[in-house]
C-alpha cells in the first residue's frame, strides 16, 4: 500500500534563507507527483507536477525534484518570503484509475 | 475564469438531515473527486469519477454517495449525516492526460458540522 510521508511536520525559517521540504513514498511505481499550497481555511492550489519520466521541475523561485527509484521529492524554496507561509502537500499519482495519495504536509512559517 | 465552485462553502446541520454538497467545474474536465480533510490524518479520497455515469470508491467512501449525471457537477449527497462526517471538504476537478500531466484543480472547500 503507498503510503505518502513529509517531514518536518512544521518548520519555521527566518525571511531570506533557501530552504527544502521532503517528500518520502513507498513505491515507485507512481504516475506524477504535486506539490501543492494550501493557506489556513482555503483550498489547495498546484504549484509544481513532475511526470514520472521527469527528474525536476521549475517555476519562479520553486524548484521540485523527483527521484523514483529512492522514493523521494523535495520541493526547494529560494529567498523565502513571509507570503510564502502555508502549509505544504506532496501527492502521489498511482496511476491505476488516478488514484491520489497525499501527503499530511510540512506547515511552513517564514518569520518576518 | 477557470474554477471549480462548491456550495455550501460553510454548513451546520443535525444528525439524520440528508444534505448535498454540489461541485461544479468550468474547465470540460474529465476527472472530479472529493476528499475530506481533517487534522492529523490529511486529505483522503471519498470518491472520484473518470467521466459521465462513472465513479468509484476511494479511501473512505462509507457513509456518502455521488453522481456523475454531468461532465460539469460532481455532488456529494450524505443521506443520514453524523457528527464523524464533521469536516472540511473539497472538491477537486482535472483533465485525463495521456501522458500523467493531470494537475489537479481544487475548490475552496466546504466546512461542514453535524451536531
Known amino acids: 500500500k503507498q503510503e505518502v510521508t513529509q517531514i518536518p511536520a512544521a518548520l519555521s525559517v527566518p525571511e531570506g534563507e533557501n530552504l527544502v521540504l521532503n517528500c518520502s513514498f513507498t513505491d515507485s511505481a507512481i504516475y506524477n507527483l504535486q506539490w501543492f499550497r494550501q493557506d489556513p481555511g482555503k483550498g489547495l492550489t498546484s504549484l509544481l507536477l513532475i511526470q514520472s519520466s521527469q527528474r525536476e521541475q521549475t517555476s519562479g523561485r520553486l524548484n521540485a525534484s523527483l527521484d523514483k527509484s529512492s522514493g523521494r521529492s523535495t520541493l526547494y524554496i529560494a529567498a523565502s518570503q513571509p507570503g510564502d507561509s502555508a502549509t505544504y502537500l506532496c501527492?502521489?499519482?498511482?496511476?491505476?484509475?488516478?488514484?491520489?495519495?497525499f501527503g499530511k504536509g510540512t506547515r511552513l512559517h517564514i518569520l518576518p | 475564469e477557470a474554477q471549480v465552485t462548491q456550495n455550501p462553502r460553510y454548513l451546520i446541520t443535525v444528525t439524520g438531515k440528508k444534505l448535498t454538497v454540489t461541485c461544479s467545474q468550468n474547465?470540460?474536465?474529465?476527472?472530479m473527486s472529493w476528499y475530506r480533510q481533517d487534522p492529523g490524518l490529511g486529505l483522503r479520497q471519498i470518491y472520484y469519477?473518470?467521466?459521465?455515469?462513472?465513479?468509484d470508491k476511494g479511501d473512505v467512501p462509507e457513509g456518502y454517495k455521488v453522481s456523475r449525471k454531468e461532465k460539469r457537477n460532481f455532488p456529494l449527497i450524505l443521506e443520514s449525516p453524523s457528527p464523524n462526517q464533521t469536516s472540511l471538504y473539497f472538491c477537486a476537478s482535472s483533465p485525463l492526460q495521456v501522458y500523467g500531466a493531470n494537475v489537479l484543480t481544487f475548490g475552496a472547500g466546504s466546512r461542514l458540522t453535524v451536531l
Open positions: 501527492a502521489v499519482n498511482l496511476g491505476r484509475d488516478d488514484k491520489i495519495i
Open positions: 469519477s473518470m467521466n459521465v455515469e462513472v465513479t
Open positions: 474547465m470540460n474536465h474529465e476527472y
